[in-house]
């Protein structure tokens, strides 16, 4: 079984403060971790995937397998960032996502 | 840009009655997905198609709900007969394989 934990349904932070979005996850085998953002009115869509370690609109996220966490971080909150964020584990035997439950971020001017 | 394609965008209908979704996904991706999001909640899997073949059901309501891919590319996903409980977006997705998912803009579904 697999189980992926976002334990805030709101986050409100001010322009230019840091932003963590918390992910924890439930994963007997290998895990996999994305982050998808969904923007007021537009598609669910991939914001960044661990395994690349890169930093997408100045999104990271690290695997901590010890914690078994994925938070997603950024520095300085902006206005646009305000969204909706999931959390979601790639099941690598069935080749398809466990989404958490979503967090709204609001960031406030 | 290619993006998924989904029909309606938004659906009322009363209980007992039957309804269709239509999903139209990117050009060469083989496989398909139907996900349910109640509100409130993150997307759930119904079914996941590879081509043609359904991959997984496990937690579609094979009692009322059923999803096709005749031809391995747009697909159908239908609810008879529709229930209260069945108000709820309906996301398709497809991928060429890879976990990252497109998504497409979804269906609302009210059922009175």
């Known amino acids: 079984a697999q189980r992926v934990t976002q334990p805030e349904k709101l986050l409100s932070v001010f322009k230019g403060a840091p932003v963590e979005l918390k992910c924890n996850y439930s994963y007997s085998g290998s895990p996999e971790l994305f982050w998808y953002v969904q923007y007021s009115r537009q598609r669910l869509q991939l914001l960044l995937r661990?395994?690349s370690r890169e930093s997408i609109k100045g999104f990271t996220a690290d695997l901590n397998k010890g914690e078994t966490s994925f938070h997603l971080k950024k520095p300085f909150a902006q206005e646009e960032d305000s969204a909706m964020y999931y959390c979601?584990?790639?099941?690598?035997?069935?080749?398809?996502?466990?989404f958490g439950t979503g967090t709204r971020l609001t960031v406030i001017p | 840009e290619a993006e998924v394609a989904q029909s309606p965008r938004y659906k009322i209908t009363e209980k007992s009655q039957a309804v269709a979704f239509w999903c139209d996904p990117i050009s060469g991706h083989a496989t398909l997905y139907w996900y349910r999001q109640i509100l409130g909640q993150g997307p759930e899997l119904l079914v996941q198609f590879q081509d043609e073949s359904v991959v997984d059901d496990s937690q579609l309501p094979k009692d009322r709900f059923s999803a096709e891919r005749l031809k391995g590319v747009d697909s159908t996903l239908k609810i008879q007969p529709a229930e209260l409980g069945d108000s709820a977006m309906y996301l398709c997705?497809?991928?060429?394989?890879?976990?990252?998912?497109?998504f497409g803009p979804g269906t609302r579904l009210t059922v009175l």
């Open positions: 661990h395994i």
């Open positions: 979601a584990l790639h099941r690598t035997g069935a080749n398809n996502l466990f």
């Open positions: 997705a497809s991928s060429i394989g890879t976990p990252e998912q497109f």
